[in-house]
């Protein structure tokens, strides 16, 4: 079945750190990208912020400016799982976090078929 499972997130307070999971189950990675997006309340689907991106067969990746230098965004190729290490959070950094594959590291969210089912970041002054 093709699916990204996530885990991961929580609750932590400003300054604090946390880690999300993507695993990967019946994708081919030699040509995949795997993007992290985040989604405030009152936006809709196609308004996810894309934060961190990782393309599985190069290992090469990308950020958006608003998380660069503070997020890591990993990959276990014997795992089949990718990472989002989340350091010196912000209070802006409050999100449903999702992770998603496309064949390409696409910036438009509507571009990228599968998504994982999200989990929630909250993070406190």
């Known amino acids: 079945q093709v699916q990204l499972v996530q885990s991961g997130g929580g609750s932590v307070q400003a300054g604090g750190s946390l880690r999300l999971s993507c695993a990967l189950s019946g994708i081919t990675t030699d040509s995949v990208c795997v993007g992290w997006f985040r989604q405030t309340p009152g936006k809709e689907r196609e308004e996810r912020e894309g934060?961190?991106?990782?393309?599985?067969?190069?290992?090469?990746?990308d950020y958006a400016d608003s998380v660069r230098d503070r997020f890591i965004v990993s990959q276990d190729n014997a795992k089949n799982m990718v990472y989002l290490q989340m350091d010196s959070l912000k209070t802006e950094d409050t999100a449903m976090y999702y992770c998603a594959a496309a064949t390409n590291c696409y910036s438009d969210p509507d571009n990228w078929a599968l998504w994982g089912q999200g989990t929630q970041v909250t993070v406190s002054s």
């Open positions: 934060v961190a991106f990782i393309y599985i067969a190069r290992g090469t990746t």
